[in-house]
């Protein structure tokens, strides 16, 4: 029996503006867009399979890079061939003379492709491809949410999360020390403790708030800290590791499993979050995921920007071992989770859980009408 080969492979940079009412303002900055990468592989049975490139800021440059330079290694390949294709693609733009974290962006976007493609080939769920099986995930209320602002209104948001059924979710500190105080404590106020607090300073932190702020964070049962300071800061990580009396989280913003692997190995980092639209993909996650296990820590995916990425994270937590959290991306009016995939890439059950989408593949349909209305801004996506 042949095996069905990719024939095509189209990229789709996609934006939307953010209303002045619901830009929020966090470590980064304020959000004043959205951005996506979406890519189509066409396989030559006339299966279509989608996946999602992190934008990294560029959306135009990672489309382009996608398009002019890691095609060339996909069309043609065998669909059952993904970790071949892979290998192609990493050493054609990240183990020499490439683009590195572009590359890694680009690849991940093809690769969650490739694997939406070859379980709908197959006609089954992709948690079933990669050996898992339908169950009960975890949970916190995240994306773009629970930003600055007053803290009264902070609790509200809050509240409203918990009403929904989230047992947990993430605040967004880095403000100042001060500020966030008063925003973790009144949240835990409000929010009671039934519910797991988890604070993200967004690369805001010097090595001196985190000590400043350590205690708060204590105080309120906090269950962690994460990305405290810029992915690559590992003597800053090092230095806060006899002051941080809770696990230190980060991962979102490192590429495949060596950077994992250094992580892991620097005894800081004990919350992994490797993004599948950025470390490398579906394949490479499953690869950090392994050496995650034989250390004995938990994977909790940063889930990004569409609905392809979110239902195809909770597919990937339904397969590996040593499942975390999934991020629920509950952003007001997000349209890449609301308009461009159905059905719903996530809902929420009344016991804070969420279960993998049980059709073909990653379980969602893409609107290309969607796709074609809204084409690239150019432009920063924070300020």
């Known amino acids: 029996m042949t095996s069905p ?3 095509d492979l189209t990229c789709y940079p996609t934006s939307f503006r953010v209303p002045p009412e619901n830009a929020v303002h966090l470590g980064i900055g304020r959000m004043v867009k959205r951005d996506a990468i979406v890519v189509k592989v066409t396989l030559d049975n ?3 399979g989608w996946g999602e490139a992190h934008h990294g800021r560029s959306p135009g440059a990672v489309s382009r890079l996608i398009e002019t330079s890691l095609k060339q290694h996909v069309i043609n390949q065998d669909i059952h061939n993904i970790g071949g294709i892979w290998e192609k693609l990493y050493r054609a733009q990240v183990a020499s003379h490439g683009l590195g ?3 890694c962006l680009g690849i991940s976007g ?4 490739l694997w939406d493609a070859r379980a709908k080939h197959l006609g089954i769920p992709l948690f079933q491809l990669l050996g898992g099986e339908l169950k009960d995930v975890r949970a916190y209320a995240g994306g773009l949410s629970l930003g600055y602002q007053a803290p009264e209104a902070l609790a509200a948001e809050a509240q409203s999360y918990k009403d929904q059924g989230y047992a947990a979710l993430k605040l967004r500190i880095g403000k100042s020390v001060e500020d966030d105080r008063r925003a973790i404590t009144a949240t835990r106020t409000q929010a009671g403790n039934s519910v797991d607090i988890l604070v993200d300073a967004n690369t805001a932190y010097s ?3 985190v000590r400043a702020i350590m205690p708060t964070l204590l105080d309120n049962s906090i269950g962690w800290l994460e990305e405290p300071f810029p992915a690559y800061h590992y003597k800053e990580y090092q230095r806060i590791k006899p002051i941080a009396g809770l696990p230190i989280a980060a991962g979102e913003n490192h590429y495949t499993r060596f950077e ?3 992580l892991i190995e620097d005894g800081v980092v004990e919350i992994l979050q490797p993004d599948l639209s950025k470390c490398g993909g579906i394949t490479e996650a499953l690869r950090i995921s392994a050496i995650a296990s034989a250390h004995g820590l938990p994977i909790h995916p940063h889930t990004s920007i ?3 990425n979110m239902a195809a994270s909770i597919h990937f ?4 071992n040593n499942p975390g959290y999934f991020e629920a991306d509950v952003s007001k009016n997000n349209l890449f989770r609301d308009e461009l995939v159905h059905p719903a890439p996530f809902v929420i059950s009344e016991k804070g859980t969420t279960q993998a989408l049980s059709g073909p593949g990653i379980g969602v349909n893409v609107n290309e009408d969607f796709l074609q209305a809204h084409p690239l801004i150019e432009g920063p996506s924070y300020i």
């Open 207 to 209: 090595v001196s708030d």
């Open 260 to 262: 994992f692997l250094r």
């Open 110 to 113: 093809i690769d969650m492709a």
């Open 46 to 48: 006339g299966v279509t």
């Open 306 to 308: 569409t609905g392809i």
């Open 5 to 7: 080969k990719i024939i």
């Open 317 to 320: 937590l339904s397969a590996i």
């Open 101 to 103: 974290a572009g590359g």
